[in-house]
């Protein structure tokens, strides 16, 4: 029997299988606002057989974008336009959907990735000042980022629980905080660019300091039959960087703090990193922080083979996995996986006689 089309429980949510849909921007919001380009891409894949959909990255103010295009969660106007994507998508799917709130910190205020021009710098058309722990920019064609004040960290903890309330108004059923690819979490987790002399800067303990800070708000605020986990980058692939190490000791704690699942990504935090990339090659952080933790551990990275998906959980080297790319290619993906490993997916009754060639369908 599949052990990748068994339940998995994040917390209180309960997901029918361990198939994730890993968050992905879409740059297609206007002013945060989702668009109809969110309903249709929702749409397809809440339809797709997986056992949870994370929302992109959704920034909690709008300095917190990558692009003037990303998604957003900061006032009524953001609440309102994706409340009516989610709305259509909840009208024809059961799957349990989540967000992932995000702050970009230094590596906001780009182009869209299809418009080849990268940072845009304060001052210019769709560019605005960026922060981050320090004064450092992420590599010479990035400016410079204000380093954060202790009131603009207070006023960034208050973003995140704004939007985790929003979260839960929308009726969304789990958080994930955006700890990982170098992003404003994660820039104040890395020694490469957290060069505070307070309390936020300098120890370990110190740089975990906002992460946890940001989880324990909004784990207050969001309901506790809903589950709020952590996506991190294990490594930034860089020496002398963030690494598996401490990524082991920033778990324990958010285990201890009661998080329901990690989300284990690396890399994203320089652009010195050196990463050997290959099917599964993030799967082993996953498995070393799942040796030291109780929380269900989610693995990502060139997950594409249904066999090859089977095996991690089957072998427990995560609790679930992750799929990026592979199911935006290939939308019904955990249909194909659930006809090759003979196991069942939940399908719209529209979709019940799509059995190809006649042949016993995995869709019920
Ligand atoms: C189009 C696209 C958008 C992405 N956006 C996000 C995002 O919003 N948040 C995030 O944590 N990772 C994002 N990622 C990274 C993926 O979630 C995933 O970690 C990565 O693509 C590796 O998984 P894969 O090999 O299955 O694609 C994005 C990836 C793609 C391809």
Redesign the pocket.
């Given at each position: 029997m599949s052990q990748l089309f068994s339940p998995l429980s994040l917390g209180q949510v309960t997901l029918d299988n361990r198939i994730i849909i890993?968050?992905?921007?879409q740059y297609s919001a206007n002013n945060g606002a989702a668009s109809d380009w969110h309903t249709i891409h929702l749409g397809q894949l809440s339809l797709s057989g997986a056992g949870l959909l994370i929302l992109?990255?959704t920034a909690v103010n709008p300095e917190g974008r990558i692009s003037y295009g990303d998604l957003g969660l900061w006032n009524n106007e953001t609440q309102q336009a994706l409340g009516k994507s989610l709305k259509a998508v909840r009208q024809y799917s059961p799957i349990p959907i989540g967000i992932?709130l995000?702050h970009a910190g230094r590596k906001a205020s780009t182009g869209k990735p299809w418009e080849g021009i990268g940072a845009i710098a304060p001052g210019e058309v769709n560019g605005w000042q960026t922060v981050a722990p320090s004064a450092i920019a992420y590599d010479d064609k990035s400016s410079v980022p204000k380093a954060m004040s202790q009131d603009d960290i207070d006023s960034l903890i208050k973003d995140f629980v704004s939007a985790a309330k929003r979260a839960d108004e929308l009726g969304l059923d789990l958080i994930e905080l955006?700890g990982?690819?170098g992003y404003l979490l994660h820039q104040f987790l890395s020694p490469l660019s957290n060069k505070r002399d307070d309390n936020y800067g300098g120890s370990l303990e110190n740089r975990m300091r906002l992460l946890l800070d940001v989880f324990k708000a909004v784990r207050a605020v969001f309901p506790s039959d809903k589950a709020v986990g952590v996506?991190i980058s294990a490594t930034d692939w860089v020496e002398g960087g963030w690494d598996l190490e401490q990524s082991i000791v920033l778990s324990k704690a958010l285990d201890e703090l009661g998080c329901d699942f990690i989300h284990v990504?690396t890399a994203g935090l320089s652009p010195e990193q050196q990463i050997p990339v290959k099917p599964n090659f993030q799967v082993p952080f996953a498995t070393a922080i799942k040796e030291a933790v109780n929380m269900p551990v989610i693995a990502?990275?060139?997950?594409?083979q249904a066999q090859q998906a089977e095996d991690i959980i089957s072998e427990q080297q995560a609790d679930g996995v992750?799929?990026?790319?592979?199911i935006?290619y290939n939308p019904h993906w955990p249909w194909h996986a659930a006809a090759e490993l003979g196991a069942t997916v939940t399908a719209p009754k529209q979709y019940l006689r799509s059995s190809p060639h006649g042949q016993p369908s995995p869709i019920k």
């Open positions: 890993a968050p992905m921007c992109e990255a992932q995000a955006h990982a690819h996506r990504s990502v990275g060139l997950i594409t992750a799929l990026a790319r592979g935006l």
